[in-house]
């Protein structure tokens, strides 16, 4: 249940291992067969906050313009299960500020409602390819007390490449229903 950082460059597997540990999580009866794995990834609003903050927290009717019915957050819908933040070190400082009272004690506001709280229940995995420690607010990156680093594909060994490259076309051959064949020239390459 604690949360967890994954840190590695673009196209290492973050959200690949984020997915496995909710798996993972379900088959060993961690979490309950309902719960959900709900995904954001934060450079989609890494320009507008405070719509990120609504989408996180939920909002009440007349909180702003175009909120005109109360919505639930997706950390209320990840309740009981795993909130994936992608790309994190796309947060806004007073974004990262207000997961600092959700980590701490699983309690928030709803956007326009400071009276009201709310609880969930969530498991929280960050991901980025920025070092976290320089982009990061250091009091959030307290509160993650365990960060993986994944390495590149080029950093990893010759034997994890080719049983990627097995796995990655034993999973399309089904995906197709079909046998793929590959070149010697494509293998190496």
Same mark, same amino acid.
């Given at each position: 249940?604690?949360?967890?950082?994954?840190?590695?460059?673009?196209?290492?597997?973050?959200? @690949?291992?984020?997915?496995?540990?909710? %798996?993972?999580?379900?088959? &060993?009866?961690?979490?309950?067969?309902?719960?959900?794995?709900?995904?954001?990834?934060?450079?989609?609003?890494?320009?507008?906050?405070?719509? #990120?903050?609504?989408?996180?927290?939920?909002?009440?009717?007349?909180?702003?313009?175009?909120?005109?019915?109360?919505? %639930?957050? #997706?950390?209320?819908?990840?309740?009981?299960?795993?909130?994936? #933040?992608?790309?994190?070190?796309?947060?806004?400082?007073?974004?990262?500020?207000?997961?600092?009272?959700?980590?701490?004690?699983?309690?928030?506001?709803?956007?326009? %409602?400071?009276?009201?709280?709310?609880?969930?229940?969530?498991?929280?995995?960050?991901?980025?390819?920025?070092?976290?420690?320089?982009?990061?607010? $250091?009091? @959030?990156?307290?509160?993650?007390?365990?960060?993986?680093?994944?390495?590149?594909?080029? &950093?990893?060994?010759? &034997?994890?490449?080719?049983?990627? @490259?097995?796995?990655?076309?034993? &999973?399309?051959?089904?995906?197709?229903?079909?046998?793929? $064949?590959?070149?010697?020239?494509?293998?190496?390459?």
């Amino acid at each position: 249940g604690l949360p967890i950082m994954i840190y590695g460059p673009t196209g290492t597997g973050k959200t @690949l291992l984020a997915n496995t540990m909710y %798996d993972y999580a379900l088959h &060993q009866g961690v979490i309950e067969s309902n719960s959900r794995f709900v995904s954001v990834n934060c450079s989609e609003y890494a320009n507008n906050p405070e719509l #990120l903050t609504s989408n996180l927290f939920g909002h009440v009717k007349g909180a702003y313009t175009s909120a005109e019915e109360d919505q %639930d957050g #997706l950390i209320s819908l990840a309740n009981g299960g795993v909130l994936f #933040l992608d790309e994190v070190h796309c947060l806004k400082a007073e974004c990262q500020e207000k997961l600092f009272l959700f980590m701490d004690q699983g309690i928030y506001h709803r956007v326009g %409602d400071n009276e009201k709280w709310y609880k969930s229940n969530v498991r929280i995995v960050f991901a980025t390819t920025e070092n976290p420690d320089k982009v990061l607010l $250091k009091t @959030l990156m307290r509160r993650i007390p365990m960060t993986i680093t994944i390495p590149s594909l080029e &950093q990893r060994g010759t &034997q994890e490449r080719i049983e990627l @490259l097995y796995n990655i076309f034993s &999973q399309e051959e089904k995906r197709l229903d079909c046998q793929i $064949k590959m070149s010697s020239k494509v293998y190496n390459a």
